[in-house]
């Protein structure tokens, strides 16, 4: 069964819930630059995702320096977002 792209309705819906995350330029992704205390509460938090990810088989692309994390948000297979980007982006706002 395909995943569905969400709806430029959904989209506006689920940026308006999640404020730290942008639309990356192509409208395809979700970005957020998250920061954290010190490098072991940013491994922490991607420790905590990274379990999540594999329950949900849905992978976040990120990127980490010391204490901050660049996390984008794509269904590869929807060729864009879908509700999987939104439910993780919301997992994401939780452990933050």
Do not use: C
């Not at 730290?20 to 995702?49: H, I, P, Q």
């Not at 993780?88 to 706002?93: N, P, S, T």
Request: charged share 25%.
């Amino acid at each position: 069964m395909p995943i569905a792209r969400l709806t430029d309705a959904e989209l506006d819906a689920a940026l308006a819930e999640l404020p730290r995350w942008s639309l990356r330029a192509d409208g395809l992704a979700l970005e957020a630059d998250l920061k954290f205390a010190d490098f072991n509460a940013a491994f922490g938090f991607m420790t905590r995702v990274a379990i999540y990810a594999e329950k949900a088989d849905h992978h976040p692309e990120w990127f980490n320096v010391y204490n901050t994390v660049r996390v984008t948000l794509t269904t590869h297979d929807a060729d864009g977002l879908s509700q999987r980007d939104v439910a993780m982006a919301r997992f994401i706002e939780g452990v933050v």
